[in-house]
């Protein structure tokens, strides 16, 4: 970054009371090059020489009579209050050097030293002098240098390389140098988790270190946050270049030591070659950026030496983002909807909205292309909201059509929901919309739950307090345990497609499922089955009582449009609900023909096969013709109670589960009937409607969980 030259000339003070010390640091900078030496033995002389000479670099014994080099340190200060003090404290007591670097020392060695640690430290000392002594007033200083490192910054290190390389042009010979940048892996985490001063000092430690990286013919400056540049000039072979990056791998590897403990972290590097890959200072450092991007994108503690081909993709993803960033806000955005099959009834429960872009010139670009830059870019926080307010508004205006709400599902991606302000836009986009929350549901993935379980906890059961559901979503793939799930205020697990593709085949698989489904069950959750592509696979989940699927099978995501009509037309998608599943078949005894009506239209929708009786003995001979496992009777029956019917249907067909839905109580007699275990629920006209529902389909999964999933015979269901 400073001519030979200008090295070469700038006037140096050695300050020591020791003759020996004296000799040996004048000799080893004479032999260095450098050709203005001066010393003292005296302390007491220093300040009067600088006055005088204006030094670029003062090495400064700590440890002296008459005036220690603390002492020095002051009365240099009160003459160069306003510029770089350019002091290399020296001292055999280790123990000043935090107080010498508080008092003003710009670096600090400690004796013995190795003669080219101290030349290699001389010489960056000198370039920052130097290069500061050119500055003009204190703005120029902020201008050019990091104040937290106080190496020069980004603009000063870009301006000294453009005069290096246009130097050795003027004189006609290109030397083979080197541009590398090193970032620490990891290091947000520091800032994160222990705070800004302990980032801080990680920042220092490090730049220290990267110093006494750089060989004698380097100049290192802090050019971003946690990323640093070292110019290498006159390298012999390019494998010097590769040997000082792995000197700054090996550097950065060490523990850094912050308030309360020591930090870990690695380095990657990116390295281009002047004149080989670049002819220009803009473009190698360029170059090296994309060099250090492939070395990240290879994990941490990686170097990578740049390519052409490295540029060419670097061009193509930055092309790629800047549309991405277009789409936003030229609505090239829209939302596909692919519909769920509830299993029981063969009918749609609903739809999950997923995002298509549609991108100019290149028509539909596949999720896994651009959902992913998404995320890395946060722009997934910006369009993630659209998505809800989006999904919400074809939510209304279904409603509208239908004149019935139609349950919508939403994916979260990880990064909106550790990072947006989620529970806010659900309910700007509930109350713009007019639907109602239940109509909403929220899918986030089981990885970002487990991301911060406490967070996530708190945050769902957020949403859940809006009225949307919400489920878990690719369950199984992520490392969440029973414990936490329980914890957790969510509705529905979706399987992942993962395990649904050899569940036919695999027994490993088809055991999680089984599991899966098990689980969630006696938690009170709905399962959903993603990826269902084949008839097997449909009815092998029926079999297992998955509450819905979704998948090619039924339906792939379709446009707004092509969704509308499809959910016109339920017959027609209800024909081709999964064949031999066991039926859920209801039984109603009622001596009011209008109970039994209000009943039918109330659980139709829900796809039970519903028989009913408005006496004991027409309920009898329907047992008696059809596989039964529910029976639901009304207490105050002609001939025979309620109670006495079940208590005969619990002794001829112990295995069905028995309802009392009574018009009075007769606490009496429906405790003996509890007790004799003739009763499974008992219910009291008028009911809820949704309450009722909701414990006739959970009475149906404890009766395939208490007596097996074995399919029963007769027509199925939905056939």
Same mark, same amino acid.
């Given at each position: 970054?400073?001519?030979? #030259?200008?090295?070469?000339?700038?006037?140096?003070?050695?300050?020591?009371?020791? @003759?020996? =010390?004296?000799?040996?640091?004048?000799?080893?900078?004479?032999?260095?090059?450098?050709?203005?030496?001066?010393?003292?033995?005296?302390?007491?002389?220093?300040?009067?020489?600088?006055?005088?000479?204006?030094?670029?670099?003062?090495?400064?014994?700590?440890?002296?009579?008459?005036?220690?080099?603390?002492?020095?340190?002051?009365?240099?200060?009160?003459?160069?209050?306003?510029?770089?003090?350019?002091?290399? $404290?020296?001292?055999?007591?280790?123990?000043?050097?935090?107080?010498? %670097?508080?008092?003003?020392?710009? +670096?600090?060695?400690?004796?013995?030293?190795?003669?080219?640690?101290?030349?290699?430290?001389?010489?960056?000392?000198?370039?920052?002098?130097?290069?500061?002594?050119?500055?003009?007033?204190?703005?120029?200083?902020?201008?050019?240098?990091?104040?937290?490192?106080?190496?020069?910054?980004?603009?000063?290190?870009?301006?000294?390389?453009?005069?290096?390389?246009?130097?050795?042009?003027? /004189?006609?010979?290109?030397?083979?140098?080197?541009?590398?940048?090193?970032?620490?892996?990891?290091?947000?985490?520091? =800032?994160?988790?222990?705070?800004?001063?302990?980032?801080?000092?990680?920042?220092?430690?490090?730049?220290?270190?990267?110093?006494?990286? #750089?060989?004698?013919?380097?100049?290192?400056?802090?050019?971003?946050?946690?990323?640093?540049?070292?110019?290498?000039?006159?390298?012999?072979? @390019?494998?010097?270049?590769?040997?000082?990056?792995?000197?700054?791998?090996?550097?950065?590897?060490?523990?850094?030591?912050?308030?309360?403990?020591?930090?870990?972290?690695?380095?990657?590097?990116?390295?281009?070659?002047?004149?080989?890959?670049?002819?220009?200072?803009?473009?190698?450092?360029?170059?090296?950026?994309? &060099?250090?991007?492939?070395?990240?994108? $290879?994990?941490?503690?990686?170097?990578?030496?740049?390519?052409?081909?490295? =540029?060419?993709?670097?061009?193509?993803?930055?092309?790629?983002?800047?549309?991405?960033?277009?789409?936003?806000?030229?609505?090239?955005?829209?939302?596909?909807?692919?519909?769920?099959?509830?299993?029981?009834?063969?009918?749609?429960?609903?739809?999950?909205?997923?995002?298509?872009?549609?991108?100019?010139?290149?028509?539909?670009?596949?999720?896994?292309?651009?959902?992913?830059?998404?995320?890395?870019?946060?722009?997934?926080?910006?369009?993630?909201?659209?998505?809800?307010?989006?999904?919400?508004?074809?939510?209304?205006?279904?409603?509208?059509?239908?004149?019935?709400?139609?349950?919508?599902?939403?994916?979260?991606?990880?990064? /909106?929901?550790?990072?947006?302000?989620?529970?806010?836009?659900?309910?700007?986009?509930?109350?713009?919309?007019?639907?109602?929350?239940?109509?909403?549901?929220?899918?986030?993935?089981?990885?970002?739950?487990? &991301?911060?379980?406490?967070?996530?906890?708190?945050?769902?059961?957020?949403?859940?307090?809006?009225?949307?559901?919400?489920?878990?979503?690719?369950?199984?793939?992520?490392?969440?345990?029973?414990?936490?799930?329980?914890?957790?205020?969510?509705?529905?697990?979706?399987?992942?497609?993962?395990?649904?593709?050899?569940?036919?085949?695999?027994?490993?698989?088809?055991?999680?499922?089984?599991?899966?489904?098990?689980?969630?069950?006696?938690?009170?959750?709905?399962?959903?089955?993603?990826?269902?592509?084949?008839?097997?696979? %449909?009815?092998?989940?029926?079999?297992?009582?998955?509450?819905?699927?979704?998948?090619?099978?039924?339906?792939? @995501?379709?446009?707004?449009?092509?969704?509308?009509? %499809?959910?016109?037309?339920?017959? &027609?998608?209800?024909?081709?609900?999964?064949?031999?599943?066991?039926?859920?078949?209801?039984?109603?005894?009622?001596?009011?023909?209008?109970?039994?009506? &209000?009943?039918?239209?109330?659980?139709?929708?829900?796809?039970?096969?519903?028989?009913?009786?408005?006496?004991?003995?027409?309920?009898?001979?329907?047992?008696?013709?059809?596989?039964?496992? %529910?029976?639901?009777?009304? /207490?105050?029956?002609?001939?025979?109670?309620?109670?006495?019917?079940?208590?005969?249907?619990?002794?001829?067909?112990?295995?069905?589960?028995?309802?009392?839905?009574?018009?009075?109580?007769?606490?009496?007699?429906?405790?003996?009937?509890?007790?004799?275990?003739?009763?499974?629920?008992?219910?009291?006209?008028?009911?809820?409607?949704?309450?009722?529902? +909701?414990?006739?389909?959970?009475?149906?999964?404890?009766?395939?969980?208490?007596?097996?999933?074995?399919?029963?015979?007769?027509?199925?269901?939905?056939?």
């Amino acid at each position: 970054m400073i001519s030979q #030259a200008e090295l070469s000339g700038a006037k140096i003070l050695i300050v020591d009371d020791h @003759p020996f =010390n004296v000799a040996v640091l004048a000799a080893m900078l004479q032999m260095a090059g450098y050709t203005d030496v001066t010393s003292t033995m005296d302390p007491r002389e220093v300040c009067a020489m600088h006055r005088a000479h204006d030094y670029d670099l003062i090495l400064l014994d700590i440890n002296m009579p008459f005036m220690d080099g603390f002492a020095v340190m002051e009365h240099l200060k009160q003459i160069d209050a306003d510029t770089y003090l350019p002091i290399l $404290a020296l001292t055999a007591a280790p123990e000043y050097k935090l107080r010498a %670097l508080a008092e003003g020392a710009r +670096d600090f060695v400690a004796k013995p030293f190795d003669h080219s640690e101290v030349l290699s430290r001389i010489r960056n000392m000198l370039e920052v002098r130097l290069l500061y002594k050119g500055s003009c007033h204190h703005g120029q200083r902020v201008e050019n240098y990091d104040a937290l490192t106080g190496l020069p910054n980004r603009t000063l290190f870009q301006r000294a390389l453009e005069h290096t390389l246009a130097a050795e042009q003027r /004189q006609g010979v290109l030397h083979l140098s080197a541009v590398l940048l090193a970032d620490l892996d990891g290091f947000s985490r520091v =800032n994160d988790t222990l705070g800004q001063a302990a980032g801080d000092e990680v920042l220092r430690q490090a730049a220290r270190r990267l110093q006494q990286c #750089a060989p004698a013919a380097g100049s290192l400056a802090r050019i971003g946050n946690d990323e640093f540049a070292l110019l290498v000039s006159a390298l012999d072979t @390019p494998a010097t270049a590769m040997a000082v990056a792995e000197k700054i791998r090996t550097a950065c590897a060490e523990p850094f030591a912050v308030d309360g403990g020591e930090v870990c972290l690695t380095a990657s590097v990116g390295i281009a070659l002047h004149p080989g890959d670049a002819g220009d200072a803009a473009t190698l450092v360029r170059h090296a950026g994309v &060099a250090l991007h492939q070395a990240r994108m $290879a994990g941490v503690n990686s170097c990578r030496w740049f390519t052409e081909s490295m =540029n060419t993709k670097v061009q193509q993803r930055f092309e790629f983002e800047n549309a991405l960033r277009k789409a936003h806000s030229q609505r090239e955005f829209e939302l596909y909807y692919q519909p769920k099959l509830d299993i029981g009834s063969g009918r749609v429960a609903g739809v999950e909205a997923l995002l298509r872009w549609n991108r100019p010139g290149c028509g539909l670009v596949s999720p896994g292309e651009f959902i992913p830059v998404l995320e890395e870019t946060g722009l997934i926080v910006a369009v993630g909201a659209w998505v809800i307010d989006e999904a919400c508004r074809q939510a209304a205006l279904w409603k509208e059509a239908a004149g019935q709400p139609f349950h919508i599902a939403v994916n979260v991606a990880s990064r /909106q929901f550790a990072e947006g302000n989620l529970e806010d836009i659900v309910r700007q986009a509930l109350l713009a919309h007019d639907i109602p929350p239940a109509m909403l549901s929220l899918e986030v993935t089981e990885s970002a739950v487990m &991301a911060d379980t406490e967070r996530a906890a708190d945050m769902l059961a957020a949403l859940r307090r809006l009225g949307v559901q919400v489920a878990i979503d690719d369950f199984g793939t992520g490392y969440s345990s029973l414990a936490y799930l329980k914890r957790l205020p969510v509705d529905t697990l979706k399987i992942d497609i993962a395990f649904i593709r050899e569940v036919t085949r695999n027994p490993g698989d088809a055991a999680l499922v089984d599991a899966i489904i098990a689980m969630a069950h006696s938690l009170g959750l709905d399962v959903v089955a993603e990826g269902v592509e084949t008839a097997e696979q %449909l009815a092998y989940l029926g079999r297992r009582r998955c509450d819905q699927i979704q998948g090619y099978y039924f339906s792939r @995501p379709l446009p707004a449009a092509q969704c509308a009509a %499809l959910l016109g037309n339920q017959s &027609a998608m209800a024909a081709e609900a999964a064949p031999g599943v066991p039926q859920r078949t209801l039984l109603i005894i009622d001596d009011e023909p209008h109970v039994l009506s &209000a009943l039918q239209r109330l659980l139709r929708p829900d796809g039970y096969r519903i028989l009913t009786a408005q006496c004991a003995a027409d309920a009898f001979s329907l047992l008696a013709q059809h596989p039964v496992q %529910l029976v639901m009777c009304d /207490q105050r029956m002609d001939g025979m109670s309620g109670t006495e019917i079940l208590d005969r249907v619990k002794d001829m067909y112990p295995d069905t589960f028995r309802i009392i839905l009574s018009g009075y109580t007769d606490l009496a007699t429906i405790m003996e009937s509890i007790n004799r275990g003739s009763l499974y629920r008992f219910y009291t006209k008028p009911w809820s409607n949704q309450v009722l529902r +909701d414990n006739i389909r959970d009475a149906f999964r404890d009766y395939w969980q208490r007596h097996g999933l074995a399919p029963a015979v007769g027509k199925p269901a939905y056939a």
